[in-house]
């Protein structure tokens, strides 16, 4: 029979065009399965560019066709087809993303900004590689509006379509959603990003960033410790409890309360009080009093003291993208060049159906005193020129999403946040030596997907200290928002108290996330067994490669209320894997939906496992002949297991309790010893200390030789006791126990602290 008359059945489609997205009879398919069903007819796809077709053949946008121009438009894209279960990343208040997971289209929250989903085979159990099919599907920026998924109560998946202004609008979304599907769900986000960065051009990967160098030393922030009241004398203190403790901070951050502000509304009656704390406005570029007096002449003056006496190598001040609060006073002499107006806010319907907040509603009433974007670049630059001549370093800059509910007579949303962002952008790159930016409050996909040059953001909400049944959704919403963030920025994991009963627990998070490390102790109120986990007695601190995020297993469950899965996030350093296990089970509930009850914590004991395998791309690091064979050790239980990859650990938590693991490949040099080096086994992320590691031999001996950063205590698995052991030349004694775990101290050693030390470990040829 000629192929051309063939039954269609019989064809076998190529690897390829099995992953090619295909939308045909109202049905959607991404790797060769139905995603969607009943697909309205004006539902559109198409490629997401034919010079990328062959590095990602699934890639596609969706996009859909109205009737009528509008500036806001709600398409459905159809029913999820049955055996696909989901995790949203959703704005649940206007400022931040949190995780919810599910299965069926009428549960996706509004504003969800990325979902990510998974389908295995009927014999595919969660734990067989292989099995499962994922898709991604992430609404973006297209043109001048912005995409967002949601559900609805007819258990349809939608995409809202919006500009912010109604006078920007249109009748097409053309590339609205885009989406690709993969076997393993990192790899499928990373390459998204790459491929969307190349398509829009108006972001970049943060592998194309410039990182700020103060991420690698330890940190304070002013706000827990005083919040608005931060002053001069509470800031020395601060610094210098901290270094006399032995964990000194190199890394500063001056929070709200040092800038020139009025509050129009000191004269309104005392109820409204309260609405009106977030409705001040600047009035001036300059540091305010409590910053010109007795204590310090100036800000200048300040600066200095605190890198001369206090040893901090990095001075970071806080304003709002607006300047303020509630912007800028139109009326202030200092403001009037950069055209402020003052406007009122509108918030996106998707906004008001999640969680209302409580700074908008102030912003709302009392209205917002915004630049003119045309002078924005102009106003950036006078606040960062004075700030860098008086020895500032860089700015964290917040409340950044407000910029989405301003875009009336603006061009729209989009357009407005767009020009913002990038003269932010080019006034750091213009007034500070490095990309020193922290973004802040900015997690709607205006400012992610327009973020050029930014290469930190916040993760999450803040750490909220008062708030004892915050503090496991805190830490699960920072490891599943830098699955989408950590493509783009450096998440930062925010603030924490190291004198509190959640310390260890948001320290050794913290370890793991491959950001920044900062606390917002009060002056002499620290714990200093929590905080020498941390940081190293030169300031510096262990970070790891990437951005944590939640292992593979974990993407699917509820990891705070579902009574029984534990959160799991892994990450890489140069030598090893590293894995947290953290119980969030009992002692908190997610804030959205508002439940009537106040939540009562309960504790609750979670058995899991952990196995090698969690660390995704452990290969990047094992050599090129490795076994599959890993040792393994448990912070807190010091104990020391060999594993193969596939391999697992029980892990037995209660809650609010967590354990962590250092995965490091097992060598054999020589053909005869079996190494494996775990770095300074008294830090939380201890492979994070290792820097390198080689070997020579000849005919009497092998010596494995280590680049390591100290002081602390050296630890290592070997198969076999060595004959010697040297740190710098100098033998030590070394410990080996049954398990195989080689220890030693690297002695405090003022000169090198922070250095690479040399260690030397011979095995003498039987």
Not at 42 to 55: I, M, S, W
Not at 318 to 327: D, M, P, V
Not at 358 to 377: C, Q, W
Not at 456 to 482: C, K
């Amino acid at each position: 029979m000629p192929a051309a008359s063939q039954h269609l059945s019989t064809v076998t489609p190529t690897p390829q065009q099995q992953m090619m997205a295909q939308l045909e009879h109202g049905s959607l398919l991404v790797g060769g399965r139905e995603l969607l069903a009943r697909a309205p007819p004006n539902v559109t796809l198409r490629p997401a560019g034919v010079a990328d077709a062959e590095a990602a053949p699934g890639a596609a946008f969706l996009g859909a066709r109205a009737a009528e121009p509008s500036s806001r438009h709600v398409f459905s894209v159809g029913t999820l087809a049955s055996g696909w279960r989901w995790m949203s990343l959703f704005r649940f208040k206007i400022w931040w993303m949190v995780p919810a997971t599910g299965a069926g289209a009428a549960a996706v929250p509004a504003e969800t900004q990325m979902l990510l989903l998974e389908s295995r085979d009927e014999a595919g159990s969660a734990a067989a590689e292989g099995s499962a099919v994922y898709a991604l599907m992430l609404p973006v920026l297209d043109g001048d509006f912005r995409a967002s998924l949601q559900g609805s109560p007819q258990n349809e998946l939608q995409f809202c379509f919006e500009s912010g202004d109604p006078e920007v609008q249109t009748m097409e979304a053309v590339d609205a959603v885009f989406i690709n599907s993969g076997d393993n769900p990192f790899k499928l986000m990373k390459e998204a990003i790459k491929l969307l960065s190349k398509i829009k051009g108006t972001f970049r990967h943060i592998e194309d960033k410039e990182i700020p160098a103060n991420l690698d030393w330890f940190g304070w922030c002013t706000w827990d410790a005083f919040y608005k009241a931060v002053n001069p004398t509470g800031i020395e203190e601060g610094l210098q409890s901290l270094h006399e403790g032995g964990a000194p901070p190199r890394f500063l951050i001056i929070d709200d309360g040092w800038q020139e502000t009025v509050d129009e509304f000191k004269e309104v009656d005392e109820t409204l009080r309260e609405q009106t704390v977030f409705a001040q406005r600047l009035t001036d570029l300059k540091e305010n009093h409590k910053f010109r007096g007795e204590t310090c002449k100036n800000l200048g003056d300040l600066v200095k003291k605190i890198k001369e006496k206090h040893g901090v190598k990095f001075v970071y001040m806080w304003h709002a993208l607006l300047g303020y609060w509630g912007g800028v006073l139109a009326t202030s002499d200092a403001m009037k060049k950069y055209n402020p107006k003052l406007a009122y806010p509108v918030q996106s319907p998707g906004n008001v159906v999640n969680l209302r907040d409580i700074a908008m509603d102030s912003l709302e009433k009392f209205g917002v005193g915004i630049i003119d974007p045309d002078k924005i670049y102009e106003f950036y630059n006078d606040q960062h020129s004075y700030l860098s001549s008086v020895g500032v370093d860089g700015v964290k800059v917040d409340v950044q999403n407000v910029l989405e509910t301003l875009g009336h007579g603006f061009g729209g949303r989009v357009a407005v946040t767009r020009k913002y962002q990038h003269a932010l952008e080019e006034s750091i790159a213009q007034n500070f030596k490095r990309n020193n930016l922290i973004c802040c409050m900015s997690h709607n996909s205006d400012s992610i997907f327009s973020a050029l040059k930014s290469a930190v953001a916040r993760a999450s909400e803040d750490f909220m200290p008062r708030e004892p049944t915050l503090q496991t959704l805190h830490i699960a919403s920072v490891a599943f928002n830098s699955i989408l963030l950590g493509e783009i920025f450096i998440p930062d994991w925010d603030m924490f108290h190291s004198k509190h009963e959640s310390a260890e627990f948001h320290g050794a998070a913290r370890a793991l996330s491959g950001g920044g490390v900062y606390v917002s102790d009060k002056p002499g109120v620290h714990d200093f067994s929590v905080l020498k986990k941390l940081v190293l007695p030169d300031g510096s601190i262990l970070r790891a490669r990437y951005a944590g995020r939640p292992t593979r297993d974990c993407l699917f469950n509820d990891p705070v209320m579902d009574g029984k899965s534990l959160l799991k996030i892994w990450n890489l350093n140069n030598f090893s894997g590293v894995i947290g296990a953290f119980n969030c089970q009992g002692a908190g509930q997610w804030v959205w939906p508002v439940k009537d009850t106040a939540y009562v914590p309960t504790s609750i004991n979670i058995t899991g496992h952990i196995s090698p395998s969690d660390v995704e791309s452990l290969e990047e690091i094992a050599s090129d002949n490795w076994s599959g064979e890993t040792a393994v050790y448990a912070f807190s239980s010091c104990s020391l297991s060999r594993l193969q990859k596939h391999q697992n650990l029980e892990v037995s938590l209660s809650t609010m309790a967590c354990e962590i693991y250092t995965v490091s490949p097992i060598k054999v040099f020589s053909k005869a010893v079996q190494f494996a080096p775990l770095g300074l086994i008294n830090m939380f992320n201890s492979g994070g200390a290792l820097d390198d590691v080689s070997s020579t031999s000849d005919s009497s001996a092998t010596t494995i030789h280590v680049r390591c950063r100290g002081p602390g205590q050296f630890g290592a698995y070997s198969a076999t006791r060595p004959d010697l052991c040297r740190v710098d030349g100098q033998q030590v004694e070394s410990s080996h126990t049954e398990d195989g775990l080689l220890a030693f101290d690297l002695a405090h050693c003022s000169p090198h602290d922070g250095d690479l030390r040399h260690i030397e470990i011979l095995y003498r040829t039987p």
